[in-house]
C-alpha cells in the first residue's frame, strides 16, 4: 500500500475494480453489484479510506454550508460582541435548515479574494458597500447572496434596521435633556470617505442625527465628531481627546456600545462622573449594556432577528423559492442610567 492517506486508487487496485466502481460504490451504488459494493467497502475499510464529504458535495453542485462575508479580519470582528449575537441568529436557522456556516474574513486584506476560497452555496455579505467589486463577482458568479448593513441593490434581498430612526430618536433625548454640547463617536468611514460621502448605516445613523439636530436650529458643524475603529480602547482614546477639549461635551453620543463602553471608561479614568457631568449614549443594546455599570441608554436592534432572517432569505435564495424583498427591522430607545439632564 502507498505510503500516507488511502485514496481511492489504492481502494480500486485492492478491490480489483476500476476508480469508477470505487465511486459508485459510495455515491450511486444502484450502478453497481451489491458483490461488487461489498468488495470494495472492505478494501475501502481494510485501508483506512473514506472519501471526502466536500469533494461529494462539489461534484453534486452543493456543500450546505452558507458564508458569511466579512468586512475586516477575524480577530478585530470577533472584538464586538454585536457579531456574535448576529451569528447566533443565523446560527439557528442553520441548525434548524441542515446547513452549516463558514465565516470568511479578508484574504490577504481582500474580501474579493477570498470569494473564490469559500467551499459555500451563498453568502451573507456584511457591511460592504454595493459599488464595490465583491457584490460585481457575486453576480458575476451567480452566488446567491444577501447584503446586510448595507445599502439596498435593485433585485438583491436585503435586512437592515432603521438606523436613521434610531439615531433621531436618541439624538432628540439627549437634546430634550438640555444638552448642547454634544459629541458623536462615529465607526471609522473608510478611506475616500470625505470625498464620497457616508454609506450604508453610518450614512443613515448621521442623517438621523441631522435630522434631530435640525428641529434644534443645530447641525453636524455645532457637534464634536470622531471617527474611529469599532473598538472599547478606541472609544477610550477618542473620549479622552475630546474631555481634553476646552470646551468639552456633556454628552457622548456613541455609534455603537462598544465605543459607548469605552467612553464611560475614560471619564471613569478621568473621575468625571456620568450621568452626573457627561451622558453616555450607544447604539446596539448589547447583552452587557444592561448590566454594565452604569447601565447604558441605548439604542436597541434586533441583531438577533437580523441574523436569523438573513439566513433564511438567503437559503431561499439557494433553494430557488421565491424571492425575499428588502426587509427594515425596527429600533427602539432604550433609557437607563447613564444619560440625565444636562448639569
Request: overall charge negative; some cysteine.
Amino acid at each position: 500500500m502507498p505510503s500516507g492517506r488511502a485514496t481511492s486508487s489504492d481502494v480500486a487496485a485492492a478491490a480489483g475494480v476500476s476508480r469508477s466502481a470505487v465511486s459508485f460504490a459510495f455515491n450511486n451504488p444502484q450502478r453497481i453489484s451489491v458483490a461488487t459494493r461489498e468488495r470494495i467497502l472492505a478494501a475501502a475499510e481494510a485501508l483506512g479510506y473514506a472519501p471526502s464529504t466536500l469533494g461529494r458535495m462539489l461534484q453534486a453542485g452543493t456543500t450546505n454550508s452558507i458564508g458569511v462575508l466579512l468586512p475586516q479580519r477575524l480577530a478585530r470582528i470577533l472584538e464586538n460582541p454585536y457579531y456574535s449575537r448576529f451569528l447566533m441568529g443565523a446560527g439557528q436557522v442553520c441548525d434548524q435548515e441542515g446547513y452549516t456556516l463558514l465565516l470568511t474574513p479578508p484574504l490577504q486584506d481582500s474580501v474579493l479574494k477570498a470569494i473564490p476560497y469559500a467551499a459555500v452555496d451563498g453568502f451573507i455579505v456584511c457591511g460592504l458597500e454595493t459599488d464595490r467589486g465583491e457584490v460585481a463577482e457575486l453576480t458575476r458568479r451567480g452566488i446567491p447572496f444577501v447584503l446586510i448593513d448595507s445599502d439596498r441593490l435593485e433585485g438583491a434581498p436585503s435586512v437592515e434596521v432603521d438606523d436613521r430612526g434610531g439615531a433621531r430618536e436618541v439624538t432628540r433625548y439627549l437634546l430634550g435633556l438640555g444638552h448642547r454640547r454634544l459629541a458623536v463617536l462615529s465607526m471609522d468611514p473608510g478611506p475616500g470617505a470625505a470625498a464620497r460621502g457616508y454609506r450604508g448605516p453610518l450614512a443613515r445613523r448621521m442623517a438621523g442625527i441631522t435630522d434631530a439636530l435640525a428641529e434644534c436650529g443645530l447641525s453636524l458643524a455645532d457637534v464634536r465628531l470622531a471617527e474611529v475603529p469599532v473598538s472599547r480602547g478606541e472609544g477610550h482614546r477618542a473620549t479622552r481627546t475630546l474631555m481634553a477639549d476646552d470646551s468639552p461635551p456633556t454628552a457622548v453620543l456613541a455609534l455603537s456600545d462598544i465605543l459607548a463602553y469605552g467612553a464611560v471608561d475614560a471619564l471613569q479614568e478621568l473621575a468625571i462622573w456620568v450621568p452626573q457631568e457627561v451622558s453616555v449614549t450607544g447604539f446596539d443594546d448589547l447583552a452587557e449594556s444592561s448590566w454594565f455599570r452604569p447601565r447604558l441608554t441605548t439604542v436597541r436592534q434586533p441583531i438577533v432577528t437580523k441574523g436569523r432572517m438573513a439566513a433564511e432569505f438567503l437559503i431561499s435564495a439557494i433553494r430557488g423559492e421565491e424571492q425575499h424583498p428588502h426587509q427594515t427591522l425596527e429600533t427602539s430607545l432604550v433609557v437607563r442610567e447613564s444619560t440625565a439632564k444636562v448639569a
